[in-house]
């Protein structure tokens, strides 16, 4: 079995992680609190109803900000060799993709606006089989690494 790829990405990560579990958990509990307080008005439910979506929101919560993020951080790892490139991540299932690099039709880098705030971008290979994404490395390292796959992937296009 091959050895796991030696790149990971930047802790910074585990910032803007938690920054969009955070808000996934408010987005959440706005809906729904909204949603338990028409059962309790409109429907009448009994007046502990909205005790489960606050246990679902705490659950979510602590899964999207305090453990998730960690996990996702130690497990996500990347590689690029001459030929391919080497994709591990996964929490409970492992998974593992290899790209090869004669397969590549153009890479990007992407921000959004929180891995903006945190000098972060991702690096996406698009393939004829779909698109896959090394999520948030400095944008130094992205943009590096988006040009060597690129000047990889040109060099087996010449080849053909």
Do not use: C
């Amino acid at each position: 079995m091959r050895s796991e790829p030696a790149e990971r990405i930047d802790p910074r990560a585990l910032r803007v992680w938690i920054i969009n579990g955070t808000i996934k958990t408010i987005v959440l509990a706005v809906v729904l609190g909204i949603s338990a307080a028409v059962a309790l008005m409109v429907f009448h439910w009994p007046g502990w109803v909205p005790v489960i979506p606050a246990v679902i929101v705490l659950l979510y919560g602590t899964l999207e900000i305090g453990v998730l993020p960690e996990l996702r951080w130690k497990y996500w790892r990347y590689e690029v060799s001459e030929e391919e490139v080497d994709l591990q991540r996964g929490i409970w299932l492992l998974k593992r993709t290899l790209l090869p690099l004669a397969r590549v039709q153009h890479v990007d880098t992407r921000q959004g606006l929180i891995m903006r705030r945190y000098g972060l971008a991702s690096v996406a290979i698009s393939t004829a089989a779909g698109v896959h994404e090394i999520p948030a490395l400095s944008v130094e390292v992205a943009d590096e690494l988006r040009d060597k796959i690129s000047r990889l992937a040109r060099t087996y296009e010449n080849e053909l």
